[in-house]
């Protein structure tokens, strides 16, 4: 399924990749709202199903699924690049979908960028001390009646889980995140939620040993969930998404730069008040109550807009 532009094109083509087990549409009609947005805005996009899901029978059955799923990824992309005149093609995806694309690109010289929304992520130290901030605060305001996670009914037949998926190696995200930055290839990451990812500057503590030479940015979206269940979520993501592609490559905000750069947003609460001459203690309890008042806004909008609204209906 192709969406072509409606303005003056830019000479992008981008391709979106299955995520998971959803047909082409996406999470939601998620990845028809992003194909819209970029044919908006003179992007051409296609939106396929790998062999076995929605519309496409399988192939290429005598090959292992990676295999499998690298050669109809190419087909893809023949198709695009033999109907169209582009001067960059780009690929992405949601979850497994980012990570396939992330993968396929490595090997093939005329991707010239990648979008990976909630590919894999590795826990850092970084990771352990806010991840025990959130859960404190999720704790408190459960005790003041703040907030009510939604209850989720389990049954036998439910509790053993459908897909236990794993993240890619760290050794083999390297490698490829190596061998794109070094032929120039433009990276974006988008993370959403707190439970696997929850800062920005995790992305480049998961690398410390990459150069991301002003190749990788990264988006965080701590209040949206992961297959952005609510309308504004995928508005947003949209949105995000599009911004990136069409901008200059040279003033886009990377990660590694930020990193290289003194910020107080990238020092913990608790120090950057240290060198302040104020308590690090007192002030990290300062933060984690603002942290539960932020918390306690989100998660009753939340709830509200589940309760309120349903899954938009999108036309194909």
Request: overall charge positive; proline content about 6%.
């Amino acid at each position: 399924m192709i969406s072509e532009p409606t303005t003056g094109a830019q000479g992008i083509g981008f391709v979106l990749v299955n995520a998971g087990v959803v047909p082409k549409h996406g999470p939601f009609r998620l990845y028809i709202k992003l194909a819209q947005r970029l044919a908006g805005a003179g992007i051409v996009a296609l939106r396929f199903d790998l062999g076995g899901i929605g519309d496409s029978q399988p192939c290429y059955a005598n090959r292992p699924l990676k295999a499998r799923t690298t050669l109809e990824i190419r087909a893809a992309i023949d198709h695009l690049t033999e109907r169209y005149s582009l001067d960059r093609i780009l690929i992405g995806g949601l979850c497994s979908g980012a990570e396939d694309a992330f993968a396929y690109a490595e090997a093939d010289p005329r991707i010239k960028g990648v979008v990976l929304v909630d590919p894999f992520s590795y826990r850092t130290r970084g990771w352990t001390w806010r991840n025990m901030l959130y859960r404190f605060a999720r704790r408190s305001l459960r005790a003041v009646n703040v907030y009510e996670p939604i209850a989720i009914r389990r049954t036998a037949s439910s509790a053993a889980r459908l897909v236990d998926y794993k993240y890619m190696d760290h050794c083999e995200s390297s490698r490829i995140l190596c061998a794109l930055i070094a032929r120039s290839a433009q990276l974006h990451f988008v993370y959403t939620g707190r439970e696997a990812f929850n800062h920005r500057g995790q992305l480049k503590d998961m690398f410390p040993e990459v150069d991301f030479a002003g190749r990788v940015t990264v988006d965080h979206f701590p209040n949206m969930d992961h297959t952005q269940l609510l309308e504004e979520d995928r508005r947003t993501l949209a949105a995000s998404i599009s911004r990136v592609i069409l901008a200059v490559p040279q003033s886009a905000r990377t990660e590694s730069e930020s990193a290289n750069t003194p910020s107080p947003r990238n020092i913990p609460p608790s120090f950057r008040n240290f060198r302040k001459g104020r308590s690090p203690i007192r002030a990290c309890f300062q933060h984690t109550w603002r942290w539960i008042a932020a918390c306690s806004v989100s998660g009753k909008n939340l709830q509200r807009d589940r309760k309120s609204s349903g899954p938009e209906r999108v036309p194909e």
